[in-house]
C-alpha cells in the first residue's frame, strides 16, 4: 500500500551558516557564490533541503540575527540575483530552500527603530517594546538586562537579546501584518518554508513577566498561518528552546501553528548544572540524554512531529561535546547513528558530516561571538578566575561551530584565499573534506550511507521506538518497528568495551557498522561503537 507521508518527514535537512561555509570572493567571509559552488556536494551527500542561516541586510551584531531589512540581502553575503541563483540551483537538483525567520527583534539599525527613537509620535515607536522603569527586571540572554534606557526619551527599551536586538512589540497589529507581508514576498520567490527564529518569544507578555511560551504565542502563530502559511506546500521548524517537550508535541500537532516541527532543548541541558545558565558545565549525564530522547519518543508517537540535531551555529560541535576528539570518527560516527535512528527529521549542521571539532583559542581577541564577549565580561565581574572562563568558553562558547568550513589542506583550509572573520580550526591538515571523502571509513561515509539506508526503509521515518537498555549509561540499544520491518540501533557511548547482552537477533543483519563485528546474543561492543541492523533483509 502506497504511504502518505509529507517529504518534510523523510528530508535530510543541512544547515548552513553563510559568514563560514565558503568564500568566492577573496574576503574571508563566505558567501551566496561560495554556496551556489557547493551545491553539487550537497547533493552528493543526501541533502534535500538547506536552511540557510539569516542573509538579510544586518549590522552583524549578532552575525546576521540582527536584520536592518528583511527584504534585502546583505552585500557582505551577495546580491538578491546571487539568492535567486542559489534557490534555482537547489531547485533543479532537486532540493529545497528554507531560511531563517527572525522576528522577535529587529536590527538596532533597522528602519522602524530608527523612526521609533528619533520620532516618538511616530507609528513606529509602538513597534517596539517600551517601559518608564527597568522593569519587570528580565535579563537578557546575552548578559545584563534586557532593559536599555534611552536619554532622550527618558524610557527604556526591551531587548531580550543583544541591545542592538530591540524586540519588537507583536500585540501591535500593523508591525503584524508588515511582517506578514514579508514572509509572503519571500515565499513567493520560491522559498520552501522557515526556521523561525526564537519564535516562541512572539507570545510573550513583558510587562507581566511572562516572556517563553507566553500567553500569545497560539493567537500570532495562529493568526501567520492563515495570513502566510494556509494552504502552501512548506515546512517550517519553530526554534523553540524554553517550550516543554510537552508543548512541542501540542504545537506540532495543531496544523494551523503552522509549525511542522520545533528545535526543543531538553536534550541540550545534560550537560550543565540544573537551574544554572549553559556555561555552568557539567560531564554529559549520558543516562538523563537517553531519557529526553525516550521521552520525545512517547510524546510524538500518536501526534506531532519531531526534528533530530545535536548541533547548530549556537551549539559546540558533536563530537567534542557528546563524543571524543582522541576517537574523533568513531565517536563521529556513533553520534549519528545515535541520533539519526530515531524519529524525526534530521538536521545536519555544516561541517558535522566531516567530523570537525570545537575551537579553544589562547587569546580572548579571537572570540568574535557577542554572547561570549558578553560573558566573558560578566563572569570577570562574577569574579571567576579567567582560566575558569576560558574553560566554559572552550566547551559552550558558539565559536565553536562557527570556525570556517575545512573543505582541504591548503591555507585557510581551502574555505578562502585571505585570513577568515574567524581564525581556522589549526586541525584542518588533518579534519578536512577532501580526505573525509577519500577515506571510505571517514564519519562523511558511514552518515551518508546511514541516510541512503534511512530513505531506503520507511521504518526510520514512520517506525516505532522501543529502547532495550534504558537503565544503562554507557549503551543506548534500541529498536524501530512497523509493519514491514524491524531496525535495531546498538550504539556504545563510551571510549570503553562494553559487554551488551541481546534477546533476540534472529533473522537481523548488520547493514552499517563502524566496526568489523557479528552480531550475537552477548557482545563486547568495542569503543564507540555503532551498529545498524535490519530484519529480514
Ligand atoms: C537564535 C539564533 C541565535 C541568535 C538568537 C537571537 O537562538 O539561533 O544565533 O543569537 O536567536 O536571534
Known amino acids: 500500500m502506497e504511504k502518505n507521508i509529507k517529504w518534510w518527514k523523510n528530508a535530510l535537512v543541512y544547515q548552513i551558516y553563510p559568514l563560514s561555509f565558503k568564500d568566492s570572493n577573496s574576503d574571508g567571509v563566505g558567501d551566496l557564490k561560495g554556496i ?22 544586518s549590522p552583524m551584531d549578532d552575525n546576521g540575527y540582527d536584520i536592518s531589512d528583511y527584504t534585502k540581502v546583505n552585500p557582505l553575503f551577495g546580491t538578491m540575483e546571487d539568492l535567486q541563483e542559489l534557490i534555482d540551483g537547489l531547485h533543479s537538483r532537486g532540493m529545497k530552500l528554507i531560511m531563517d525567520l527572525v522576528v522577535n527583534h529587529t536590527s538596532d539599525e533597522h528602519i522602524w527603530f530608527k ?28 548578559s545584563g538586562s534586557a532593559w536599555e534606557y534611552v536619554e532622550h526619551l ?44 526564537v519564535i516562541e518569544l512572539i507570545g510573550k507578555d513583558v510587562l507581566n513577566g511572562k516572556i517563553g511560551d507566553g500567553p500569545y ?7 501567520m498561518w492563515e495570513r502566510c502559511f494556509k494552504g502552501r506546500d512548506i515546512m517550517n521548524i519553530g526554534e523553540m528552546g524554553g517550550i516543554s517537550q510537552e508543548r512541542a508535541g501540542e504545537l506540532t ?63 559546540p560541535r558533536q563530537i567534542s561535546r557528546f563524543g571524543d576528539e ?80 575545512q573543505w582541504n589542506n591548503k591555507p585557510f583550509a581551502g574555505f578562502s584565499d585571505v585570513k577568515p572573520w574567524l581564525e581556522v580550526n589549526p586541525n584542518y591538515q588533518t579534519i578536512n573534506a577532501e580526505l573525509e571523502l577519500n577515506d571510505d571509513d571517514s564519519v562523511y561515509h558511514f552518515s551518508k550511507r546511514l541516510f541512503e539506508i534511512r530513505k531506503a526503509f520507511d521504518v526510520f521515518t514512520d517506525g516505532e521506538f522501543k529502547c532495550l537498555d534504558q537503565e544503562a549509561s554507557s549503551t543506548f540499544i534500541y529498536k524501530r518497528f512497523n509493519q514491514t520491518h524491524e531496525a535495531l540501533i546498538i550504539t556504545n557511548l563510551t571510549n570503553k568495551e562494553q559487554e551488551i547482552h541481546l534477546e533476540e537477533i534472529k533473522g537481523f543483519s548488520i547493514v ?26
Open 36 to 57: 551556489i559552488s557547493k551545491l553539487d556536494y550537497l547533493k552528493s551527500y543526501g541533502v534535500d533541503v538547506v536552511w540557510l542561516s539569516p542573509v538579510y541586510e
Open 115 to 142: 523612526e521609533a527613537l528619533n520620532n516618538p509620535n511616530s507609528k513606529y515607536h509602538d513597534y517596539y517594546i517600551w517601559n518608564k522603569e527597568a522593569k519587570p527586571e528580565i535579563g537578557s540572554v546575552f
Open 154 to 197: 527618558d524610557k527604556y527599551y526591551f531587548h531580550l537579546f543583544s541591545r542592538r536586538q530591540p524586540d519588537l512589540n507583536w500585540h501591535n497589529k500593523e508591525m503584524r501584518e508588515e511582517i506578514y507581508q514579508m514572509i509572503n514576498s519571500w515565499l513567493d520567490k520560491g522559498v520552501d518554508g522557515f526556521r523561525m527564529d
Open 217 to 223: 504565542l497560539e493567537t500570532y502563530l495562529f493568526e
Open 253 to 315: 500537532s495543531i496544523e494551523n501553528s503552522g509549525l511542522h516541527m520545533t528545535f526543543q532543548f531538553s536534550h541540550l541541558s545534560v550537560d550543565q548544572e540544573a537551574w544554572k545558565s549553559k556555561w555552568h558545565i557539567k560531564p554529559v549525564d549520558f543516562k538523563e540524554l537517553k531519557n529526553v530522547f525516550i521521552k520525545n519518543h512517547e510524546i510524538f508517537k500518536e501526534k506531532g512531529w519531531n526534528s533530530l540535531f545535536l548541533s547548530n551555529h549556537d551549539q
Open 326 to 405: 582522541n576517537y574523533r570518527v568513531k565517536s563521529g560516527q556513533m553520534l549519528f547513528l545515535m541520533i539519526y535512528g530515531q524519529k524525526g527529521t534530521p538536521y545536519v549542521y555544516q561541517g558535522e558530516e566531516i567530523g570537525m571539532t570545537g575551537i579553544k583559542f589562547d587569546d580572548l581577541k579571537s572570540y568574535k561571538d557577542v554572547e561570549t564577549l558578553n560573558w566573558y565580561k560578566e563572569a570577570t565581574q562574577l569574579g571567576w578566575p579567567h582560566e575558569r572562563i576560558m574553560k566554559s568558553i572552550y566547551s559552550k562558547g558558539r565559536d565553536n561551530s562557527r570556525t570556517p568550513f
Open 512 to 537: 552499517l557498522s563502524n566496526y568489523d563485528i557479528k552480531l550475537s546474543k552477548r557482545m563486547i561492543l568495542p569503543p564507540y561503537a555503532a551498529i545498524l541492523s535490519i530484519k529480514g533483509v
